[in-house]
Structure formats: C-alpha cells, structure tokens
C-alpha cells in the first residue's frame, strides 16, 4: 500500500513538473512574442521618427536655402535699381547739360526745317522749356522766320526741364526730344546690359 501510495505521489510530481514545464514554456514564449512585437513596434515607431526628423530637417534645409536666395535675389534687385538710378540721375543731368542754350539755338531750327519738309509749317509746333524759350525766343524766330509765317508756333512748356518736343497735326502727336526722353531711351538700353554684367559678376563667385 505504501509503495502504490509513492508511485502515486510520484506521478504526481512528475506530471506537474511536464504540466509546470510546458506551462513555463507557454509563458515564456507569449512573453518572447510580445517582447518581439513591442520591439518591432518600437522599430517601427523610431522609424518614423526617424523619417519624420529627416523630413523635418530637409524642409527647414530648404526653408532657409530659399529664403537665402530670396533674400540674395533681393538685394541684387535693390543694387541694380540702384545703379539703374544713379545712372539715369548722371546721364538725365548730363542731357541737360549737352541740351545747352547754343545747341538748342542750332538743333531746334534744324529739327524744325526738316519736319516742315514733311509736314505743313502750319500744323507744327515746337515745345521747350519757359526758360529756355525766354533766353532762345529771338535765335528761334530769326532762323525760323519763314516757317513762322506759315504757322508755325513755338511755345513754353511746365513739363520739360531740358530739350524740346515738336507737335504735329495740330499737337495730337508729339515727337520728344526732351532729356527725360532720352534718359528713358537709354534706360532700355542700359537695364539689360546692367542685368547681363551682374549676371556675369554672380558666375565668377565661388
């Protein structure tokens, strides 16, 4: 009877030791699976991170490089209105100066004769500054004289600092020669050229 009682206890043990086992190994691999899955999903998750950091920073990367071109570009935009600016003060004020009272008193008649050519003297008219009008008003009737006593009018005018105008058909149209009009012709001829050496300065810096 003892004997059977100890095997029975043995069994016993023995059993619950292979249930505890497997019970242990059940355990341990759950935990070994959530283990891997909670890493895995850390992976995951870092990963994203990660993604989203580098995004992050090539778009501020690239937020400051264009705000540096930007701000690049402006201040060659600005330099250049500048120096069109200055340029266009120099030349208007060396207009003026080459429109002196003895070329006007030359280049007006001469402008003048060969448009009556063209034209009726009567439908002309020639623009110039009060100034210039009140110092040049008898050179321009001694040498114009014949175009004047077919109509042709010389009068002031408010607008021009420097130069003439000359108004056919009645003055509906007018074909400037003031300091301002050449000052704009020049303009367009200089912006480009201004644009195409900065341009050229801009490819030789490192």
């Known amino acids: 009877m003892d004997v059977q009682v100890q095997e029975l206890i043995d069994k ?8 505890a086992e497997k019970s242990a190994e059940t355990i341990i691999r759950t935990a070994e ?10 992976e995951k998750k870092a990963d994203a991170i990660v993604r989203a950091a580098k995004a992050e920073t090539e778009r501020m ?11 690049s570009r402006n201040m060659i935009l600005s330099f250049r209105e500048a120096l069109v600016q200055e340029l266009n003060g120099i030349v208007h004020v060396e207009t003026e100066k080459a429109y002196s ?7 007006v008649p001469e402008v003048v004769k060969a448009w009556a050519k063209e034209t009726d003297a009567a439908e002309l ?4 500054s009060a100034k210039d009008l009140k110092a040049l008003e008898s050179k321009f009737t001694a040498a114009l004289k014949a175009q004047i006593s077919k109509g042709l009018e010389i009068k002031p005018d408010k607008t021009l600092t420097a130069g003439f105008r000359v108004g056919v ?7 400037d020669y003031s300091a301002d009009a050449l000052v704009e012709l020049f303009s367009g001829y200089v912006n480009p050229r201004i644009t195409a050496l900065m341009k050229k300065a801009a490819e030789g810096i490192d």
């Open 12 to 19: 016993i043990k023995k059993d619950g030791v292979v249930s």
């Open 33 to 42: 699976k959530k283990a891997s899955d909670i890493v895995a999903e850390a």
């Open 61 to 71: 990367e690239k937020a400051s490089e264009d705000a540096l071109v930007q701000a």
């Open 101 to 107: 009272k003895d070329v006007l008193s030359t280049l």
């Open 125 to 128: 008219s020639v623009l110039v």
């Open 169 to 175: 058909d009645n003055g509906t149209a007018f074909y």
